[in-house]
Structures are given as C-alpha cells and as structure tokens.
C-alpha cells in the first residue's frame, strides 16, 4: 500500500523538481530580504516577487503544478499552524469581559460592515470578503486563511494583500506621529493600535515607535482579534454551505485546514509544548506562508488588475477611516470601564 502511494509522489517530485526547488528558493530569499528590514513582512516580499515573475514572463508551464501546490495545499498546511500563535487564555488577560466584548464587537462590525460598504461599490462579493477579513481580523494572514472559502481569483487576493499592505504601512507611519503631537495615554494608544491596524507585524513595528506601554496593550488587543479568525471562517463555511444547491451530496460542514486551525490553537493553549517549539513551528508556518504567497503572486496578471478599476482602492481608503474610527469608539468606550 505505500508503494502505491509513494511511487506516484515520487514521479511527481522529479516531474517538478525545478518548480520546487523555485518555491524553495523565493521562501529563502524573501525571509532574508525580511530578516535584514523587519518593516518587510517575507509574504508580502514573497508575493512582490512572484507578480514580477509572472508578468515579465519569466514563469512558463513547468512551474504552475509547484506554484498550484504552494497556493493550495502548503497554504492550507501554514493556516492549519497558524493556530499555534493562539493560546485562548490569552483572553483572560485582557483585563475585563467588557474589555473582550469590545474587541469582538470591533471586529464584526468592521467585518460585516465593510462587506456592506463594499455593494456601493458595486464590488464583487469574493474580493470584498478578503478586504474585510484582512481590515478586521489579521491582515495578510487572514486573507490567506479566508482564500480558500472566497472563490476569490489572484488577481482579487493580490489586490486584497496590497491594500491590507498599503494602508498598514500608512499606519505605522502616521500613528506615532499622532501620538507625538496628541500625547495620549500609552496604553490606550496601544489599544487604538491593536484594534485598528491591520497584520500584526504592522501592529508592533506601530506600537513600538510609540512606547512600551502600547506595545503591551497593542500585541495583546490583537491576539484577542486573532482569536476571532476561527469563528469567522467557521461562519462563511456554514453559510456557504447553506447556500450551496448541490444539498444531496453530503461535505464536511467545515473545511479540514479550519479543523486543523483550531486544533493546533487547543494544543497552544494546552501548554504540551514549549515556548521554542511553538517558535519553531512558527518559524516553518511563516515559511509555507511566504511560499503560498509566491504561487498566488505567480497568478496575478498587471493587465487583468486593471479591469477591476479604482473602486477597490476607494473602498480600502473608505474603509481604513471607518476602521480607525469604529476603533476609536471601541477606545473611548474601554477608557469609561
């Protein structure tokens, strides 16, 4: 029996070992452009490479089944460890209940309401939802965990990354400037921080040119926003399911890389591991990360962007404010408990 499996793996393995060793190569460099600017996140370096790859035709036939399995099954496999940054007694030191609903409320109503902000656009469902999972929830990450439910195509999920990218990196500039002219409340800053900014390698490059003390209360708020990752895939998977026609013929109500997520996020908040073993698997998840990241760029075609128009980049810069404040409300409202 594992002679039948293994055979054909292995023919594909030399069928597409150059295609491999490509993935590879681009994950390597991408984290060492990263390692040597830690304001770089590698995925999005990864994805940069990949656009640029593809559009001046560099990537020909042979590459696609390697690419195809980067954004497919090496995706699914780095969301599945992405569960493993969560530990649910995080949650807990928050502070107060109240505390938690606040985030929760943050992230659902920015979640909901830019999917409905998105119908005056007139934007198609797909690219609206990764909008609203990477503003809401965790930037890229939560994009990539959000793509294989999306029925998004790459050119949506390059768009989604760059304005996720784009405005994050407009945050970590303006916010200490803010800061500086304002003088707030370092910890509550931090919580305006953790609550509004969108990937989470943005919310400590912001927090730290503010202060230790937003660093704290930033990192924290944002593992609270992580935590809600979970429940809103679980949400659109159900949803989708209810709507599909195809009743008949019985499917898992949730998808396994969701399975998968959840699970590693249970072991995390188990404490079986120690802390440089779940480093290590954080250090193996932001690599397949990257490389997913490569094969979705791979498929991102300049010319096809173009057909989306400026609707999307409208809809980012509308939806940034109205994160920022939403937020802000939560803020006030966490400084009255």
């Known amino acids: ?58 990537l020909r036939s042979w590459s696609k089944p390697s690419l195809d399995l980067a954004s497919g099954h090496i995706l699914k496999i780095g969301i599945c460890l992405l569960g493993f940054r969560l530990a649910f007694s995080e949650i807990t030191e928050i502070g107060s209940s109240t505390g938690v609903l606040i985030v929760v409320a943050v992230v659902v109503i920015v979640f909901f309401g830019i999917q409905k902000i998105s119908t005056i656009f007139s934007l198609n469902k797909p690219l609206a939802l990764l909008i609203a999972s ?20 790459e050119e949506e999920t390059g768009y989604a990354v760059g304005l996720v990218t784009l405005f994050g990196s407009i945050a970590v500039l303006v916010f200490p400037i803010v800061q500086a002219i304002f003088d707030f409340d370092e910890s509550l800053f931090g919580w305006w921080i953790g609550l509004s900014v969108h990937d989470t390698g943005q919310v400590v490059a912001t927090a730290s040119a503010v202060g230790e003390d937003a660093l704290d209360s930033a990192v924290l708020v944002k593992m609270c926003r992580i935590l809600m990752l979970a429940p809103l895939l679980m ?6 399911k209810k709507q599909s026609k195809n009743s008949q013929k019985w499917k898992l109500p949730i998808p396994i890389f969701i399975l998968g997520f959840i699970a590693a996020a249970t072991i995390r908040s188990s404490s079986v591991f120690s802390e440089s073993f779940i480093a290590t698997i ?29 609707q999307p980049l409208v809809l980012g810069f509308v939806s940034w404010i109205a994160v920022l404040i939403i937020a802000g409300a939560g803020v006030l409202i966490q400084n009255q408990i």
């Open 235 to 240: 949400f659109v998977s159900f949803k989708q």
């Open 282 to 310: 954080g250090d193996i998840r932001n690599f397949l990360i990257t490389m997913a990241m490569f094969g979705l760029g791979a498929g991102i075609r300049l010319s096809a962007l173009k057909n989306l128009g400026r």
């Open 1 to 58: 029996m594992y002679q039948l499996f293994l055979s054909p793996l292995v023919k594909w393995v030399r069928e597409n070992i150059y295609g491999l060793f490509l993935i590879g190569s681009v994950g390597v460099i991408a984290e060492t452009i990263s390692n040597l600017n830690d304001r770089i996140a590698s995925p999005v370096i990864a994805l940069v490479i990949g656009v640029l790859l593809a559009n001046f035709g560099v």
């Open 134 to 153: 990477g503003y809401s929830i965790c930037g890229l990450s939560a994009i990539a965990a959000m793509k294989p439910l999306s029925q998004a195509d």
